[in-house]
């Protein structure tokens, strides 16, 4: 079975359920500093797990980019990677445990028609704060499921908890597929045994988290299922290794034939080549969404994926094309679903290329900094090894062959301590700090998105129609707001910038939201990132240019409104919730790329 095939079967099973298909949401977060990517499936749809109601309905389904940073070292095994496809499907406040894994099951033994016997699930074991999750074993004996197959497992592997002290929460259940070939499935499931393979998990949102340690029933109670395409992917096709699967194996062939290796030729081999290709598929999606390599945030992680790769790609000898050359090779497995790849396929090895001159200057600096090191101290520290791992990039494995180069020991122990306290610092951030959309549903942080539209149109007004959003990022404390201007900005024009939008907040104007289709909203002026792909329908959120605008459309409607832009929300209901609205600094974030921070008072 091909990804596309699988994909697909997917999206067409729920869609048989009354499900409706959205588009993958970016790999960057709006308005979300709390994370770096795009990490799950449930991620961009926060705003409606919490009560809004989506444009498209209750049911939804979809196929979601995916980038997760916490295990970037892992990458070379059989299963680890950057970039992933999380299938999923959602019912918001419509069916709820019951007919969800129902449907499930469904999928498996019948879309799929998975072996029965080779199948295995979890379920909540319980503790002092939520009951054990009995109905959900119930119903999957009730399918014929043998209890020997169902295990109850903790609040740490089968929970899901909100970010901070609130919020909708709930038990998992997960399903698991026998992937060993050569022996049967045991009749009692354990899950620790790796051979049993997760496929596939339902969060069953039923709680409301209310302070530490307290829960109550939820108000609305949410279905959220991921479903691993890679993993589930390779169980289709029998296989073992994701990296055979037709998602990586076109690169994995290229590469072979640009080294002159194969990748059953060692394991050394077979792990470079896992690592090259994996990380130059992350890299090219991510400056697919607007992301260069930089020294901080996102754009530090595609540094430190282009950095890994162009190791390792050097390591097994393919040298005689640059690693962008590789993004001819992994934009084609997506083109029926992420054409933009495609699209801008040479754009993105131009920027690879580019970070890899960058890395070799690097590599020069960094062997005289190891240089003196070993001449001054004749010995690799833990600190200095992670400061040239962290800081300048360099992978952990070329810091070993300097220094067996030079016969010196490193501190490995002291190193990898340190990794792995960094590497939970990702992964804490990456599985329990996002809510999608925006960093919290906190009243300052409503008001600071708000100010965000405002700041938006403001600046199309005073600078022009060359105005458009290339990031943002809001706190309680403050927003930051990146758009597109080739020059800074006069003292003039950013006193004009503020007195427009306070202007707004001193009109007392209500903010209003409308659902239409995309062609409707360009009709009507919205603004919105139109290289992105929306679903059918959108909301629409619209600040009128005087307190009083006429209630009916006309030809004027375009003028009538200050602001009107496709945007998930939330919202503030009236401009005069927001105070006084501030500047404090506007400077250069990257080539034809200018950043204002503004803050409310």
């Known amino acids: 079975m091909t ?7 997917y999206i067409e099973f729920f869609e048989s359920k009354d499900h409706a298909e959205i588009p993958s949401a970016s790999l960057m977060p709006e308005n979300d500093p709390s994370t770096l990517f795009i990490t799950a499936g449930m991620q961009p749809l926060a705003p409606f797990l919490l009560g809004e109601k989506h444009p498209s309905g209750k049911r939804l389904v979809n196929s979601q980019k995916c980038v997760r ?33 129902k449907m499930s099951y469904e999928f498996l033994t019948q879309e799929l028609q998975l072996d029965k016997n080779k199948l295995a699930f979890t379920v909540f074991e319980g503790d002092d704060n939520a009951l054990c999750d009995k109905e959900a074993a119930e119903v999957w004996q009730s399918m014929g499921v043998n209890e020997k197959r169902i295990a109850y497992l903790p609040k740490k592997d089968n929970w899901w908890e909100p970010t901070g002290a609130s919020g909708p929460c709930g038990p998992c259940t997960e399903m698991f597929y026998w992937s060993d070939n050569e022996n049967p499935a045991p ?34 109670k949410n279905i959220d299922n991921g479903t691993g395409l890679e993993r589930l992917l390779a169980v289709m096709n029998g296989l073992e290794d994701n990296y055979r699967t037709d998602l990586f194996w076109p690169i994995i062939e290229k590469i072979e034939e640009l080294s002159g290796k194969k990748y059953d030729d060692s394991p050394e081999i077979k792990h470079a080549m896992r690592i090259i290709a994996d990380h130059i598929k992350a890299a090219t999606f991510i400056i697919a969404d607007g992301v260069l390599p930089d020294k901080t945030g996102a754009g530090y992680v595609l540094r430190r994926l282009i950095r890994r790769a162009k190791y390792y790609y050097d390591l097994i000898g393919a040298k005689d094309r640059a690693l962008g050359f590789l993004v001819e090779y992994v934009a084609p497995i997506y083109k029926d679903v992420y054409s933009e790849l495609l699209e801008k396929k040479n754009y993105i090895a131009e920027k ?62 002291g190193f990898n301590k340190k990794r792995v306290v960094h590497q939970e610092l990702s992964r804490t951030a990456a599985a329990g700090m996002f809510k999608g959309g925006l960093a919290d549903h906190s009243e300052k942080v409503t008001q600071y998105h708000t ?45 004009q910038v503020e007195d427009l939008v306070n202007e707004q907040i001193q009109n007392k104007i209500d903010i209003e939201c409308a659902e239409m289709s995309v062609e409707e909203a360009k009709a009507q002026g919205a603004i919105g990132v139109f290289t992105n792909k929306y679903g059918e329908r959108v909301k629409v959120y619209s600040i009128s240019a005087s307190p009083s605008p006429s209630p009916s459309p006309s030809d004027n ?38 950043r204002i921070k503004a803050v409310l008072e």
Request: glycine share 8%.
């Open 3 to 9: 990804a596309k095939e699988l994909r697909r079967k």
């Open 69 to 101: 940073t916490g295990d970037i070292d892992d990458v070379g095994d059989k299963t680890h990677h950057t970039f992933f496809e999380m299938l999923g499907h959602w019912s918001l406040g419509d069916y709820f445990k019951k007919e969800a894994i």
């Open 187 to 220: 009749e009692v499931f354990d899950p620790a045994d790796k051979r049993w393979v997760e496929i596939g998990n339902d969060v069953l949102m039923q709680y409301e988290k209310i302070g530490e340690n307290n829960y109550a029933p939820a108000k609305q």
């Open 352 to 413: 690879i290329t580019d970070e890899e001159t960058t890395f070799f200057g690097h590599l020069m600096f960094g062997r005289k900094m190891l240089e003196k090191i070993i001449v001054e101290e004749k010995y690799i520290s833990a600190d200095n090894a992670f400061l040239l791992y962290s800081t300048y990039g360099f992978p952990f494995e070329l810091i070993l062959d300097m220094a067996k180069e030079k016969n010196i020991e490193v501190d490995t122990g």
């Open 451 to 495: 100010a965000t539209h405002l700041l938006n149109a403001a600046l199309r007004k005073v600078l022009g129609p060359h105005i458009f959003q290339k990031g943002s990022n809001i706190t309680d404390e403050r927003l930051r707001f990146d758009f597109s201007h080739p020059e800074k900005m006069t003292s003039e024009q950013i006193k």
């Open 557 to 594: 409607e375009i003028e009538a409104s200050f602001s009107k832009e496709i945007c998930g929300g939330p919202h503030v209901k009236n401009t005069s919730e927001l105070g006084h609205f501030r500047i404090i600094k506007e400077e250069a974030s990257s080539a034809g790329v200018r």
